[in-house]
């Protein structure tokens, strides 16, 4: 029995050592599948922080220059990405003019925890975001209003004015514009547009034609609370530059789009809010202004006239 102890323990002795062999043989694998494993995956999160905070970088920039003023194009740029990526660094924008655009590259070196054991301590990681804008050529205003190109510039003398100022729909101008003696360019139309099926929006393009809604009161698919949610609010309005036909059949040719900023209006009834005006007028008051649209609602052009609004998009 002591003999059959002696022999085993010998046995396996030599099988613990056999098992330090291959454990240390396997080690420098094992340790590269954990850096695929981890440090690779640490790569992915960064790139996409990195993503996220040269988006917002690139959109902050464009904003600027929209607006008409670039800036100091760096430093918004480094004070976005850091907001999203402290260990990021924002390079020197871009801009680029034909079409117009800005690109942001972020860039950091991310340290490895395992990758070390194979001879890589760290990766430089990058990523790039491109924002272009231009004056609207299409898209859904909120209100399915319509105002005369001859009108806007009239009445405000360009896009960059912001007094305070009441706007008159078709049917009463207090300008020299042209139109019948009804005070209506198109007979039975009020300025409204035929509203998308079940909304209070219009959708319409530049160079386009688009049917008027006939009567008094707001276009059919507008309820009160579509108008109550523009209250002290900056929206897209179409301008048209010429008319046809009349009543249900009477279209508008859209110019372009201007932004108003939405401080009064009445359209009879219940549709009120800081009334303007009173009685059968149908008016607005607020501003023509610059503005800046980021939603997907709206396409640009370099063709579009540009009117003082401007719609941002993230190209990659």
């Given at each position: ?16 050592g056999a098992s ?79 079409p117009l655009s ?164 009445f359209f009879g ?48």
């Amino acid at each position: 029995m002591q003999r059959m102890t002696t022999r085993l323990r010998r046995r396996l002795a030599r099988e613990e050592g056999a098992s330090a062999a291959v454990v240390a043989l396997l080690l420098v694998p094992l340790l590269g599948f954990a850096a695929i494993a981890v440090d690779v995956g640490a790569l992915y999160a960064e790139r996409a922080r990195l993503q996220v905070g040269a988006d917002a970088a690139a959109l902050a920039v464009a904003q600027d220059c929209a607006r008409g003023n670039c800036g100091d194009m760096l430093a918004t740029a480094r004070a976005l990405l850091d907001a999203n990526d402290p260990e990021g660094t924002a390079g020197q924008p871009v801009l680029s003019t034909n079409p117009l655009s800005v690109t942001v590259t972020g860039s950091t070196p991310k340290e490895h925890w395992f990758a070390p054991v194979i001879g890589h301590d760290a990766t430089g990681v990058s990523a790039t975001a491109t924002v272009g804008w231009g004056s609207p050529s299409g898209g859904t205003a909120l209100l399915p209003l319509i105002f005369s190109y001859c009108e806007f510039t009239h009445q405000v003398g360009g896009p960059s004015v912001t007094t305070e100022q009441y706007v008159g729909l078709p049917k009463k101008t207090e300008t020299p514009c042209d139109s019948p003696k009804s005070g209506n360019p198109i007979p039975g139309s009020f300025g409204w547009l035929t509203a998308d099926p079940g909304t209070c929006h219009a959708t319409s393009r530049i160079d386009g034609w688009f049917l008027a809604e006939t009567g008094n009161n707001p276009s059919k698919g507008c309820e009160v609370a579509d108008l109550t949610a523009m209250r002290n609010q900056t929206v897209l309005l179409p301008l048209y530059d010429a008319v046809r036909g009349t009543g249900s059949g009477g279209e508008y040719h859209v110019y372009g789009y201007a932004a108003f900023r939405i401080s009064g209006y009445f359209f009879g009834g219940q549709y009120s809010w800081n009334p303007p005006c009173k009685g059968s007028d149908r008016c607005l008051s607020g501003y023509f202004t610059r503005f800046v649209e980021l939603s997907d609602a709206w396409d640009y052009s370099p063709d579009a006239p540009s009117l003082g609004a401007s719609v941002l998009r993230l190209i990659r």
